[in-house]
Nanobody, 114 residues
């Protein structure tokens, strides 16, 4: 069984920064990719950023230049550094790990006030 634990959400003013972290634990042979998705009220869940085991990254156009995804120092962890936050970034942010299948975290709320 694999568990994902997210942390780092919160309330921030527009223009501010937050860092999200996600740690995968359990029976893990190999993590193929880890990423962050978000879901705002009334909207579909969307990709924010992902990073593969080879280090390749992919970002949503709306966050390019503002968000940075990276691997954490601990094994099977991923970080999302979010700068220049906008009210439109307000959402529940979910961590996803692709191992034998996709695993999801419970989500962490990010609220950006104007």
């Amino acid at each position: 069984q694999v568990q994902l634990v997210e942390s780092g959400g919160g309330l921030v003013q527009a223009g501010g920064s937050l860092r999200l972290s996600c740690a995968a634990s359990g029976t893990i042979f190999r993590v193929n990719a880890m990423g962050w998705y978000r879901q705002a009220p009334g909207k579909q869940r969307e990709l924010v950023a992902e990073i593969t085991s080879g280090g390749s990254t992919n970002y949503a156009d709306s966050v390019k230049g503002r968000f940075t995804i990276s691997r954490g120092n601990a094994k099977n962890t991923v970080l999302l550094r979010m700068n220049s936050l906008k009210p439109d970034d307000t959402a529940v942010y979910y961590c996803r790990a692709t191992i034998q299948r996709d695993y999801w975290g419970q989500g962490t709320q990010v609220t950006v006030s104007s």
